[in-house]
């Protein structure tokens, strides 16, 4: 498996638990255009061959969330109930290594992550792409609520026990990608997508040789499981300019959601991709690309005035 010559830069963030590592597309600017997030279980390099043309025209950080990629944020379990961790490692490093509001963007978990950063800090998103979020009926939150929800949800909920029975080990990255070629989400990936996935999301094993998965089944069920947290609110908070790209097919933003999204947000730009799955970046590159092009080109630009000052 050969990376793919000067298609990313490495990037790395230092935060307060460790660091925040990511992939870099385009231009080296001081500040990126757009920041994306990933889905759970990826990581950032698992969308190069999405990301990349942005690269042409755009400033594009990508970055692993703890728990995944390269990131050396530790993983914990015990009292990870809710995405406000991820929320606020995100926040960390736009405060510390940006000096503009950018689009942040984002798949899944990623999606949802970038809509509780802004509505935590409406001031560091210009605007939002948001592919396939994890945004669920209210109701669903609100039994998150009661006492031990995640930790119950992490043995019943059909997606969080199929994680934790993942395969983690690996003599090699080639027989991981043997392993994983049409079966399960990968099914709508290319070779070379499933390539980018193995190159980070496996690393070395301490004990033993071989390769083990860089974001565990145990941390992925944990993560599927931890609900705790309040999308709807953030939603109200937020004001930017928002592209939303969801799938026909098991999306997880689902009908009852998307009518509430929709009264809250009527100004928000929604589209739904017929045919396509929830591994939408893998599917229609195009159409997300497209909607994060979107997002940026919506975002409000700074006057004259202001650049001077």
């Known amino acids: 498996m050969n990376e793919p010559a000067d298609s990313f830069r490495r990037v790395s963030f230092e935060i307060r638990d460790g660091v925040m590592a990511g992939l870099a597309f385009g231009p080296e600017r001081a500040d ?9 279980g990826m990581n950032a390099r698992s969308y190069r061959a999405m990301l990349a043309p942005l690269g042409e025209r755009y400033a594009v950080w990508a970055l692993d969330f703890r ?9 914990r379990r015990w009292g990870y109930n809710s995405w406000r961790v991820h929320r606020d ?3 960390q490093v736009l405060e510390r290594y940006v000096s503009k509001p950018v689009t942040l963007a984002g798949h899944s978990l990623g999606g949802a992550v970038s809509l509780l950063t802004a509505g935590r800090r409406p001031d560091l998103a210009a605007s939002l792409a948001l592919i396939d979020p994890v945004i669920l ?4 939150y609100a039994w998150m609520e009661l006492p031990f929800g995640p930790l119950i949800s992490r043995s019943t909920m059909p997606i969080a026990r199929n994680a934790a029975r993942r395969r983690a080990d690996f003599p090699d990255r080639e027989a991981a990608v043997a392993a994983f070629t049409g079966r399960g989400i990968f099914k709508a990936f290319t070779r070379e997508m499933i390539e980018d996935y193995v190159g980070d999301g496996l690393v070395a094993k301490k004990k033993g040789g071989g390769m083990t998965l860089a974001c565990t089944p145990a941390y992925e069920s944990a993560t599927f499981a931890a ?3 309040d999308p709807w609110g953030a939603l109200r908070r937020v004001s930017c300019p928002l592209v939303v ?3 026909e097919n098991r999306s997880t933003l689902p009908a009852a959601a998307l009518h ?7 100004d928000a ?9 929830h591994m939408l970046p893998m599917e229609r590159p195009d159409r997300v690309r497209s909607a994060i092009e979107t997002a940026v080109l919506m975002a409000p630009r700074p006057s004259r005035e202001t650049e001077e000052i």
Do not use: C, M, N, W
């Open 32 to 40: 990126p255009d757009i920041v994306f997030l990933h889905a759970t």
């Open 89 to 91: 490692d995100v926040i």
């Open 260 to 266: 509430k999204f929709e009264a809250l947000r009527p």
């Open 269 to 277: 730009r929604i589209a739904t991709v017929e045919g396509a799955g």
């Open 245 to 247: 790209l969801r799938a």
């Open 137 to 140: 009926p209210a109701s669903y």
């Open 67 to 75: 728990g995944h990629g390269l990131s050396t944020l530790p993983p």
């Open 227 to 229: 609900q705790r947290h």
